[in-house]
C-alpha cells in the first residue's frame, strides 16, 4: 500500500514509534486536567492506573512545514541533536538514566509537530521533567556536534528514502499533490539541503521554537494532576518565557484544476501498485461536520473486509490482492484522502484504477446505505475503544490534538460528532473531493522486462 | 503550443514586449562599453546608429525566484507599483513625459529579473534616467496605492490565467515539473497569495532589491559611450549604494525519480496537444558545451521545417498539425528542454505521444547525422542574425544576460561556442537529460463528449 502522504519520522532509538491512527480520537471521556504554566507551557494530565508505568511527552509545536525556505529537514535534524549534550548534563546521559529506570524513549518529527516521550515507573517522572526542561534551553550545539549528526541523517536518508523506491515515489507524489503548501516537502528534508543544514541553521531554530510556550506536556499514567502540576512547576517552571512566536501562517494551495500522476519504475518492485489522492479539508479545521464525514466516507470504501474496495476487488471479483482508502486530516492546515490497490494475478494497474474509480463514482452518485452507514460507524467507534486501550496511545493523539490547535473536546467529542453523521453527508464529501480532476495518482512499477534484463 | 515554463510577464502598457528568443545571444560582436558606477550600477552601453531612437533599460536583478515564502507575485506586483507616483513626480507624469517625446515603454518581470524600458529620441535619454533613477528610491506607497492596485493585478490574474485552460495548465506543470525551486512558483503568484499582498510586503521588497548595486543599465542607440556614463553619473550616480544583497541562493532540486503527467479537461479545448517537459542546465550553468548542444539538440529535433519532429510528423506522416522542440536555458538555475506536438485530424493525443517519444529515442540512440548538424548550426545562426537585427531584442538579451550573472561575452561568444558542438556532443545531451522516467507530460484536452453536454 502506497503512503503519499507527508508520516512521521520517528527517531531511530529503541522502541518503535507508536501508531497514530484516525480512529483514536474519539475515545470516550475519561478524566483529564489541564494546566497552564506562568511561562506557557501547557501541561494535559491523563490519569490511567492499569499499567505501573507514566508517559511523559514533551510536543513542541514545530514541525517540516515551518522550515525556513531552502532549509528542510531542520525541524527533524533538531530532533536527532536534542539527544546530545546540554550544559548539565553529558550526551547519552539522559538515555542512559531512561534505561536504567527500566523505561524507554523516542522521539518523532512530522509535518506540524516534534514530541520527545519517556516510559517510565512512576518514581522516576521528576527525573525525566529535569531532563526534558534542561535540553530545552541548555544544549550545547558545537560545530563538531552538528557535522557529526548530518553524517547520521544523510544515512538515514540514504537508506529510509533513497533506498526504497516506495519512499522515492511518496515524496514526489507529496511535492506534485501539494503546489504550495509546505506538506509538499519531505520532513526528512530533501538530500542536497540537509547538507547544507549547519550550526546557524540549528541555532536559529532552537531559539525560535523550543520554548516552553511553544510546547505541550502530556503526562498519562498512574499519577495525582496536582502532583504532575508541582513537578512540572519545579522543573519546566523554572524555564523563562520565550518570545512570542505568532500563528502559524504556511503559505496556502491555490486551487488545483489537474490530473496528474506520478510513475516509479523500479527493478525491486515485483508487484504494481497505484493510489490516487486529493486534498481535503483537515480534520480540526473542517466545517459542517465533513472531516467526520471523510472519517466514514474512508471506512465505508476501504476500512478493513466489509468496505466497498475489498468486498468489491478482493473478495468478489479476486482482481485485488488488497484495497483501501484512507483519511488523514491530523495535521494543521490540510487533510488528504487516498484510494489504493493492489492488482492480483495478471490484472493490470490500470484496469484495477478504473475498478476502484468506479467505486468511488458509485459512492459519488448514490452515497452510502443507511446500513453500511451505521456498519461503518460502529467499526469506527470500535477502533476509537481500541484505540484508547494504551496508554502512550492516548498520550499521543492527545499531545497531537493541542499540537495542532485542538484541545481535549476534539479529542473525546469525535465518537459523538461521528454518530451524527448522515449519508447525504458521506455523498456530498465525496463528491465535493474526490474530483479525479484534481487529484494525483501514484504508480509503482516493476520495470519493463526488456529494461531489467539490462541492468 | 503548450509552454509549461515559467515565462515573462508583461507589464499592461502601450508597447508589446519584446520576444526574447534562445537565438539571440549569438550575435557578433559589436562595439559595446561598460561601466560600473560607485554605487555599484552596471553600465552597458550598445552603440547602434540605424535608427533615431535609443533604447533605455533598467533591470533589477530580482524576480519571482527570490520572493519570501507565502509572498508569491510580489515582484510582478512591485513592477506595477513602480508606475505610481514618486516624492518628486505624480503617477502618471513619467507614462505622460515618454508619450509626449514620442516613444514608448514597457516593464516585465520573470523570475529572475524585473525591467522597465523606454524607446525615445535621444535628446530625451537624459529626462528619462532622471524619471527612472527617481523611482527607484523614491516611490510613495500609501496603501490606497498599494490596494488599488491589488485589484488591478487580480483581475489581470483572473483574465489572462484562470480564464485561459493552457495558462491553468502551464502554472500546474511548473509546479509538477520543478519540486522545491521557486521556478515552480507562478510568476504573477498564486491568487490566494497575491491578495494578501500588502504595503508591508511592497516596502519590504522595494528596500532590499531596487538599489543600484542590485541594477544593470542598457543603454542601446545612437549615443556616445562617454556621454551616457557621464549623464548616468548626474542621475543615477546621485543614489547612494544599497545594502549588500549577497549572492542569490535559491532552493535547489532534488534528485528526480518519477515519470509524471498533469492533464487539463476543459470545454474550451477543441484541439488536444501534448507537451513533455524536463529540466536541463542553465544556459550560463552549464558545462562542457551542454547548453549550446542544446540549443542545437532544440534545431534538430524541432526548429523549424526542416527539424526532425516537423518533417516525420508533420509532412510526411500528415499525423500532427504542429511539432516542436525547445531549449529554454536563459535562466539563473535551471533550463528546461520541451517537445510537443498537436494531433491532426483523428490522431490521439496519445499516438502522437508515442511518436514523439519514438523521435526523441532514435536521437538518443544515433545522434544527429553530420548533415543535420552543419544545417542545425546554419539556422541557428541565422536566427542570432535576425535578431541582432532589433536594437530592442539586442539590448533586451543583453540586459537579461547581465541579469543572470553573464556578461557580454556569453552575448557575443555564443555563435562560436554552437559551432564547435559535435553530435556526440548533441547525443549526448539527449541521452543525459530527455529520460522519460524523470519527465513531466502536459496534456491539454478536450472535455469528453457526455461531460461536456452537462455544461
Do not use: C
Amino acid at each position: 500500500m502506497l503512503v503519499p502522504v507527508p508520516t512521521t519520522i520517528s527517531h531511530a532509538q529503541e522502541t518503535p514509534q507508536p501508531q497514530i491512527t484516525q480512529s483514536q480520537p474519539g475515545a470516550e471521556r475519561t478524566e483529564v486536567e489541564t494546566f497552564t504554566l506562568e511561562n506557557g507551557l501547557t501541561i494535559v494530565v491523563l490519569p490511567d492506573k492499569r499499567i505501573p508505568f507514566v508517559t511523559h511527552m514533551l510536543w513542541y509545536k514545530v514541525g517540516s512545514a515551518d522550515e525556513p525556505k531552502g532549509k528542510s529537514g531542520i525541524a527533524h535534524f533538531f530532533e536527532h541533536l536534542m539527544f546530545k549534550g546540554t550544559t548539565n548534563h553529558k550526551a547519552g546521559e539522559f538515555s542512559q538514566t531512561v534505561s536504567a529506570a527500566g523505561g524507554s524513549e523516542n522521539a518523532f518529527t512530522s509535518t506540524d509537530y516534534t514530541a520527545y516521550y519517556q516510559i517510565v515507573p512512576p518514581q522516576h517522572l521528576k527525573t525525566m521533567m529535569e531532563f526534558e526542561a534542561d535540553r530545552m534551553r541548555n544544549l550545547v550545539l558545537s560545530d563538531e556536534v552538528v557535522d557529526t549528526e548530518r553524517s547520521v541523517i544523510l544515512e538515514e536518508r540514504r537508506m529510509r528514502v533513497d533506498n526504497n523506491p516506495s519512499a522515492v515515489l511518496g515524496e514526489e507524489v507529496s511535492a506534485t499533490l501539494f503546489q504550495n503548501h509546505p506538506y509538499r516537502i519531505p520532513i526528512i528534508g530533501w538530500m542536497q539541503e540537509i547538507e547544507q543544514l549547519n550550526r546557524e541553521d540549528a541555532i536559529a531554530f532552537y531559539n525560535r521554537y523550543y520554548e516552553p510556550n511553544n510546547a505541550t506536556l502530556v503526562v498519562a499514567g498512574d499519577v495525582d494532576p496536582q502532583e504532575v502540576l508541582k513537578l512540572a512547576e519545579e522543573t519546566y517552571g523554572k524555564i523563562a518565557k520565550g518570545p512570542e512566536i505568532g500563528p502559524r501562517l504556511r503559505p496556502s494551495e491555490p486551487q488545483q484544476d489537474t490530473r496528474r500522476t506520478v510513475t516509479m519504475r523500479d527493478d525491486r518492485i515485483t508487484t504494481p501498485s497505484f493510489s490516487t489522492s486529493w486534498i481535503v479539508p483537515a480534520a480540526l479545521k473542517a466545517e459542517n461536520g465533513e472531516a467526520e464525514a471523510l472519517d466514514l466516507l474512508a471506512e465505508i470504501l476501504g476500512g478493513g473486509t466489509l468496505s466497498r474496495l475489498q468486498k468489491k476487488l478482493v473478495v468478489e471479483d479476486q482482481t485485488a490482492s488488497s484495497a483501501g482508502a484512507s483519511y488523514d486530516g491530523l495535521n494543521l492546515d490540510y487533510g488528504t484522502f487516498s484510494v489504493n490497490a493492489t492488482p492480483r494475478g495478471e490484472e493490470s494497474v490500470e484496469a484495477m484504477e478504473k475498478q476502484v474509480q468506479a467505486e468511488v463514482e458509485r459512492i459519488i452518485e448514490s452515497g452510502p446505505t443507511q446500513e453500511e452507514l451505521e456498519a461503518a460507524k460502529t467499526r469506527f467507534t470500535r477502533g476509537m475503544v481500541f484505540a484508547r486501550d494504551s496508554q502512550i496511545g492516548m498520550a499521543n493523539t492527545m499531545g497531537l490534538i493541542y499540537s495542532i490547535g485542538g484541545n481535549a473536546d476534539d479529542f473525546f467529542g469525535w465518537t459523538d460528532r461521528v454518530k451524527k453523521i448522515t449519508a447525504a453527508q458521506v455523498q456530498a464529501v465525496a463528491r465535493k473531493y474526490l474530483d479525479y480532476d484534481r487529484s494525483v495518482t501514484a504508480y509503482l512499477l516493476p520495470k519493463p522486462a526488456e529494461e531489467k534484463a539490462q541492468n
